[in-house]
T-cell receptor, first 112, second 116 residues
């Protein structure tokens, strides 16, 4: 069975400081892992994905995530937060079916 | 590419009325998903289709909800009769099926449903 745990429901950072959103996963299969972002009153947009190639994955808007099998983690990072990064972020895992398993989300606030 | 298209974007209706939400997936995608998002329950998968066939409808709340996919380019989610607790944002997503495509889903902008 697959599951994903987002360790923080809310994260607040100042503009220009690093962002770290934490995600742990559990999967019986070699997983595909994703981060999606949802801005207020918008749909979900794919930020990046891991599919068993390089363990460090680069996404859009300067975000990246590192797949660590030994820690079963897939944390999302960005070196310098921007006001426009304020949104809800979802960590997602797939197993061996078309269904995706979504985390409960982390709301990122960015203060000027 | 137009992306996943949903209509209407907003729907306000009275309790007891029938509501139909529509979705056009990305051309060439063969899997389609309906989700519901609320503050209380987060994002829930209601049903998904593969090659127009319903594969898993275990998330459909009750018999008032039904979904169809008559062809590869159109799907509907119907609520009859609607109730205030159905108020939510309903998302449609599509993907290319199979591990080779890594199950990446593309989401539509959503339909915000308010039942008064």
């Amino acid at each position: 069975a697959q599951s994903v745990t987002q360790l923080d429901s809310h994260v607040s950072v100042s503009e220009g400081t690093p962002v770290l959103l934490r995600c742990n996963y559990s999967s019986s299969y070699s997983p595909s892992l994703f981060w999606y972002v949802q801005h207020p009153n918008k749909g979900l947009q794919l930020l990046l994905k891991y599919t068993s190639a390089a363990t460090l994955v680069k996404g859009i808007n300067g975000f990246e995530a590192e797949f660590k099998k030994s820690e079963t983690s897939f944390h999302l990072t960005k070196p310098s937060a921007h006001m426009s990064d304020a949104a809800e972020y979802f960590c997602v895992v797939s197993g061996n079916t078309d269904k995706l398993i979504f985390g409960t989300g982390t709301r990122l606030q960015v203060f000027p | 590419d137009a992306g996943v298209i949903q209509s209407p974007r907003h729907e306000v209706t009275e309790m007891g009325q029938e509501v139909t939400l529509r979705c056009k997936p990305i051309s060439g995608h063969n899997s389609l998903f309906w989700y519901r998002q609320t503050m209380m329950r987060g994002l829930e998968l209601l049903i998904y289709f593969n090659n127009n066939v319903p594969i898993d409808d275990s998330g459909m709340p009750e018999d008032r909800f039904s979904a169809k996919m008559p062809n590869a380019s159109f799907s509907t989610l119907k609520i009859q009769p609607s109730e205030p607790r159905d108020s939510a944002v309903y998302f449609c997503a599509s993907s290319l099926s199979g591990r080779a495509f890594s199950y990446e889903q593309y989401f539509g902008p959503g339909t915000r449903l308010t039942v008064t």
